[in-house]
């Protein structure tokens, strides 16, 4: 039972616009988000995350999103690069749950130049 | 300089084998876990050790054991390898255990033959 889905195995798109992953939850006892990014044969690397008080978080060209009421969060890259040609993990962990972080099965994003 | 080293990057070995990964943190966290990321790329936590004490051990064949000789090491021994286990073993830590941002090594690639 997957408790965090990406329901988009991969997403194309073209540099300098939009890429907007998804994801979804269904424990509501999530209090904090994350997102990852991953390049082939190297380990997930932390790039931006949200507290359940929040609706949105920024960092850079990186935005998170998140809608508590419908379960969902997303992940805003404005302009994407290709360098951001990556797979990306969305994760939450519960309060209580020491650190246990539930991962997403990734969405694979390829930024076409 | 690595944050969170993880020996060897790849492993083939035979069924029956007794094995073991190496992992090292050089940030000063109190907390360190075991995931696996398996076939269907779903990366999902094995273990947590909070300053070398077992906080978190997921539904794990007891094949596989942590050992924790210090703060900044986290090796994972397994016992009598079958072919299920192969996957990606990625070694992460974090400042404490309270979810939020795990850093994470480069993984160890195990093929069980």
């Known amino acids: ?113 | 300089d690595t944050a969170v080293s993880q020996t060897p990057k790849y492993l083939v070995t035979q069924m029956g084998n007794d094995k073991s990964i190496k992992c090292e943190q050089n940030l000063g966290h109190d907390t360190m876990y075991w995931y696996k990321q398996d076939s269907k790329k779903f990366l999902k936590i094995m273990f947590s050790y909070n300053n070398k004490e077992l906080i978190i051990n997921e539904t794990v064949p007891n094949r596989f054991s942590p050992k924790s000789p210090d703060k900044a090491h986290l090796n994972l021994h397994i016992n009598s390898l079958e072919l299920g286990d192969s996957a990606v073993y990625f070694c992460a830590s974090s400042p404490r255990a309270l979810g939020g941002e795990q850093f994470f090594g480069p993984g160890t690639r195990l093929t069980v033959l």
Not at chain 1, 29 to 55: N, Q, R, V
Request: proline content about 5%; overall charge positive.
């Open chain 1, 1 to 113: 039972d997957q408790q965090v889905k990406q329901n988009s195995p991969s997403l194309s798109v073209q540099e300098g616009r939009i890429s907007i992953l998804n994801c979804d939850y269904t424990n509501s006892m999530f209090d904090y988000f994350l997102w990852y990014k991953k390049y082939p044969a190297e380990g997930p690397t932390f790039l931006i995350s949200i507290s359940s008080i929040k609706d949105k978080n920024e960092d850079g060209r990186f935005t998170v999103f998140l809608n508590k009421s419908a379960k969902h969060l997303s992940l805003h890259i404005v302009p994407s690069q290709p360098g951001d040609s990556a797979v990306y993990f969305c994760a939450a962990s519960a309060r209580g749950s020491q650190g246990n972080l539930i991962f997403g099965k990734g969405t694979k994003l390829s930024v076409k130049p």
